[in-house]
C-alpha cells in the first residue's frame, strides 16, 4: 500500500479498493481504556518535539488501526448488525469501515483472539472510539466549501404550477 506512514503496520494480503483514500490512525495506549495494550512504536524526531512542546511524554505504545471509505455493501452490513437499533448505526458504520488493528487484519466473527474488532473497539476506548467516529462522518461528508458551493451552484427550487 503506496504512501503509508512509516509507522504503520499493514497485515499481508490488505488490498484497498482501487482509487480509494485510505487513513491510518494510531492513538497512543495512554489514551485507551488499557494503556498497558498496543503495538509499540516510535516516533519521528518532529513528532517526539511535538509531543515535548505540548508537556507531554511521548507514547511508545500505540493502537492503530486502517479504514477507507463505505461502500453500499458496507453500509448494508452495518445496519444489519445495528439490528434496527438507531443508537447503533453510527457506531456500526464505523467499525465497518476499519480493515486492520494493529498490524491484523479485523475478523469480524465476535470471537476474542487476534483481530478481533470488537474487542480492539472496546479496548481503544471512548475517547478514542468518538475520533474514529467523527472521521467516519468527515470522510463520508461534503466539507463545508464543498456544501457551500453544491447550495449555491447545483440545486434549484421553484414553485411549481
Known amino acids: 500500500m503506496g504512501g503509508a506512514p512509516p509507522w504503520a503496520l499493514i497485515p499481508p494480503g490488505l488490498r484497498a479498493p482501487r482509487g480509494r483514500a485510505v487513513y491510518f490512525a494510531?492513538?497512543?495506549?495512554?489514551?485507551?481504556?488499557?494503556?498497558?495494550?498496543?503495538?509499540?512504536?516510535?516516533?519521528?524526531?518532529?513528532?517526539?518535539?511535538?509531543?515535548q512542546a505540548?508537556?507531554?511524554?511521548?507514547?511508545?505504545?500505540?493502537?492503530?488501526?486502517?479504514?477507507?471509505?463505505?461502500?453500499?455493501?458496507?453500509?448494508?452490513?452495518?445496519?444489519?448488525?445495528?439490528?434496527?437499533?438507531?443508537?447503533?448505526?453510527?457506531?456500526?458504520l464505523c467499525k465497518q469501515m476499519i480493515r486492520a488493528v494493529d498490524g491484523v487484519m479485523v475478523?469480524?466473527?465476535?470471537?476474542?483472539?487476534?483481530?478481533?474488532?470488537?474487542?480492539?473497539?472496546?479496548?481503544?476506548?471512548?475517547r478514542c472510539r468518538s475520533e474514529l467516529t467523527r472521521m467516519c462522518t468527515r470522510i463520508h461528508s461534503l466539507t463545508t466549501q464543498e456544501r457551500s458551493l453544491f447550495f449555491a451552484h447545483c440545486v434549484a427550487a421553484r414553485t411549481a404550477g
Open 54 to 92: 505540548a508537556g507531554m511524554p511521548a507514547p511508545t505504545l500505540f493502537r492503530q488501526c486502517v479504514f477507507w471509505p463505505l461502500s453500499l455493501g458496507d453500509q448494508a452490513l452495518a445496519l444489519g448488525r445495528a439490528n434496527g437499533d438507531p443508537n447503533r448505526f453510527n457506531a456500526e
Open 26 to 51: 494510531r492513538f497512543p495506549s495512554a489514551w485507551t481504556d488499557t494503556p498497558r495494550e498496543g503495538v509499540p512504536g516510535e516516533l519521528s524526531p518532529e513528532e517526539a518535539a511535538a509531543w
Open 107 to 126: 475478523d469480524r466473527t465476535g470471537e476474542v483472539g487476534e483481530g478481533s474488532l470488537d474487542l480492539w473497539w472496546t479496548r481503544v476506548g471512548e
